[in-house]
Nanobody, 115 residues
């Protein structure tokens, strides 16, 4: 079993930055890809960013140029650097780990962008 622990959420003013972290622990696993999703109140969960085992990245159009997904293999941690934050980025952010055979999800971390 794999556990994902997210951190780094909080309250930030528009134009500000936050860095989310998602640390994976537990049984041995091989990462196929990792994602960050978000879900705003009353809306469906949205895919924000993807990082594949090969290092390829992909982003939702709404965050391109502002968000960056990266990882630290030694720490089994994936990050989401969020810059130029907007009120519409307010949501609960979730990380997802796909290991070819299973999907694991974090518990979510709240990001609120407000003045």
């Amino acid at each position: 079993q794999v556990q994902l622990l997210e951190s780094g959420g909080g309250l930030v003013q528009p134009g500000g930055s936050l860095r989310l972290s998602c640390a994976a622990s537990g049984s041995r696993f091989i990462i196929n890809f990792m994602n960050w999703y978000r879900q705003a109140p009353g809306k469906e969960r949205e895919l924000v960013a993807t990082l594949t085992r090969g290092g390829n990245t992909n982003y939702a159009d709404s965050v391109k140029g502002r968000f960056t997904i990266s990882n630290d293999n030694a720490k089994n941690t994936v990050y989401l650097q969020m810059n130029s934050l907007k009120p519409e980025d307010t949501a609960i952010y979730y990380c997802r780990l796909n290991t070819y055979t299973n999907d694991y999800w974090g518990q979510g971390t709240q990001v609120t962008v407000s003045s």
